[in-house]
C-alpha cells in the first residue's frame, strides 16, 4: 500500500494560514491559535513574512490586516513579534478601504497593538506609516483623536520627532480640518492637551489658526458644539502667562520620548536575542530530524540483519535435520543382520 506524501512544516503552516483566513471572513470569534502558535516559533521570520505576505482572502487582504480589522488581537501579535525591522512593506498595506494595519488598530482602540506596530516598523518609516492617509485623508492620528484615544494619541507622538510631530498635527483631510479639529469638534479635552503639550509653544499659534472647509478653528468648533472644557483649554493656550507653564510640559513631554527611544533599544536587544533563539530552535529541530533519520536507518539495516540471521538459522537447522536422518539411517545399517554369503560373510543392505 502506498504511503501518503508527508507535509513539510511549511506547507502545513501555509494551510493552516489559509484556513485561518476563510473563517476570518465569516466567523466573529477566532479560530484555535494553539496551532499557528507552535508553527511561529519555529518559522524563520522570513518565511513567515513571506506567507502572510502572499497568502490573502478573495479582497487582496493579507492575514495581518484580517487579524486586525475582525478582531483578534491575539494573533496579530503572533504575527507581528517575530517581524521587527522586516516588515515595512507589509505594514504599509492597505484594504479595500484603503486602511493600513496600524490605521485598524488605532480604529479597535488598542494601544498595545499600536505600540507593537511602531515598534516593528523601523525607525525610519515611522512618521510615514502614522501619516499615510485612508479614507477622507484620515490619518491614523486623525482617527484617535476624532475618538478621543488620548494613550494612543500619545503613543503615536511620542514616536517622532518635534519636526515630525508638528507636520503630523498640521495634515488636512478632505474638509480641511486637523487632528485638533476632530478633537475640538467632539469635546475630547485630554486629547487636546495631549497634541498641543507635544509641540512646541511657538508652534501652538499656528496650528490653531488652521481653518477648516466651514472657516472654523478649533476653538471656534468646540464653541459651536458647546464643549465647555474644550473651549477653556483652547483659549487658556492663547494666554502669553502660560507659555512658560506649556514650554515646562514640552520639555517633560520630550524626556518621555527620549526614555521612549532607551526603551525602543532594549527592545530591538531582546527581539534580536528571540530571532536567535528561534534559529537555534530550528537548528536543533533539524539536527534531531537528521539523527531520527539516522536511528531510523539502523533500525532497518538491523532488521534485515536479524532477517538474515534467521534464515541462516533455519538453513543450519534443516541441514542438522538432513544429517541427523543420515546419521539414523547408518545405525541402523550397522545394528541390522541380514543373510550371509557362500563364504559365511553378513550382507548387508546398501546404506544409500
Given at each position: ?32 491559535i ?12 522570513d518565511q ?14 493579507t ?39 496600524l490605521?485598524?488598530?488605532?480604529r ?16 525610519g ?16 492620528l ?28 498640521n ?27 507635544s509641540?512646541?509653544p511657538?508652534?501652538?499659534?499656528a496650528?490653531?489658526?488652521?481653518k ?11 464653541e ?70 539516522a ?22 537447522t ?7 536422518e ?19 560373510d ?7
Amino acid at each position: 500500500m502506498e504511503q501518503p506524501a508527508s507535509i513539510s512544516p511549511t506547507e502545513h503552516l501555509q494551510e493552516k494560514m489559509e484556513q485561518w483566513i476563510r473563517e476570518y471572513i465569516r466567523a466573529s470569534e477566532a479560530p484555535d491559535i494553539t496551532p499557528l502558535r507552535a508553527a511561529l516559533t519555529t518559522t524563520p521570520p522570513d518565511q513567515l513574512l513571506q506567507l502572510i505576505t502572499t497568502i490573502r482572502d478573495s479582497e487582496s487582504d493579507t492575514a495581518l490586516l484580517l487579524a486586525i480589522s475582525h478582531g483578534h488581537p491575539v494573533v496579530a501579535h503572533l504575527l507581528l513579534t517575530p517581524l521587527r525591522g522586516i516588515a515595512d512593506e507589509l505594514l504599509f498595506e492597505k484594504d479595500g478601504g484603503g486602511y493600513t494595519a496600524l490605521y485598524w488598530a488605532v480604529r479597535k482602540g488598542d494601544r498595545e497593538l499600536v505600540e507593537l506596530i511602531l515598534h516593528t516598523v523601523s525607525s525610519g518609516q515611522k512618521y510615514e506609516l502614522i501619516a499615510v492617509k485612508g479614507g477622507l485623508d484620515w490619518t491614523a492620528l486623525t482617527w484617535a483623536a476624532r475618538s478621543g484615544y488620548t494613550e494612543i494619541v500619545e503613543s503615536l507622538l511620542i514616536s517622532l520627532s518635534v519636526e515630525q510631530r508638528v507636520s503630523l498635527l498640521n495634515i488636512q483631510d478632505i474638509f480641511l480640518n486637523t487632528a485638533l479639529h476632530m478633537a475640538a469638534c467632539r469635546g475630547h479635552t485630554a486629547a487636546l492637551q495631549s497634541m498641543l503639550t507635544s509641540i512646541p509653544p511657538d508652534k501652538v499659534s499656528a496650528l490653531l489658526s488652521i481653518k477648516n472647509i466651514y472657516s472654523r478653528t478649533p476653538l471656534e468648533e468646540a464653541e459651536s458644539r458647546g464643549w465647555k472644557e474644550s473651549v477653556e483649554l483652547l483659549k487658556s493656550w492663547k494666554q502669553p502667562v502660560l507659555a512658560a507653564h506649556a514650554a515646562a510640559t514640552f520639555w517633560r513631554f520630550a524626556a518621555v520620548h527620549k526614555a521612549d527611544r532607551h526603551k525602543t533599544k532594549e527592545m530591538t536587544k531582546l527581539k534580536e536575542e528571540l530571532v536567535e533563539s528561534q534559529r537555534q530552535i530550528v537548528a536543533l529541530k533539524e539536527a534531531d530530524n537528521r539523527k531520527t533519520a539516522a536511528l531510523a536507518n539502523q533500525r532497518e539495516e538491523s532488521q534485515q540483519q536479524v532477517v538474515a540471521l534467521q534464515e541462516a538459522n533455519n538453513q543450519m537447522t534443516a541441514d542438522m535435520a538432513t544429517m541427523m536422518e543420515r546419521l539414523n539411517r547408518l545405525d541402523i545399517y550397522l545394528r541390522t543382520t541380514t543373510d550371509t554369503d557362500e563364504t559365511g560373510d553378513q550382507l548387508h543392505e546398501p546404506l544409500g
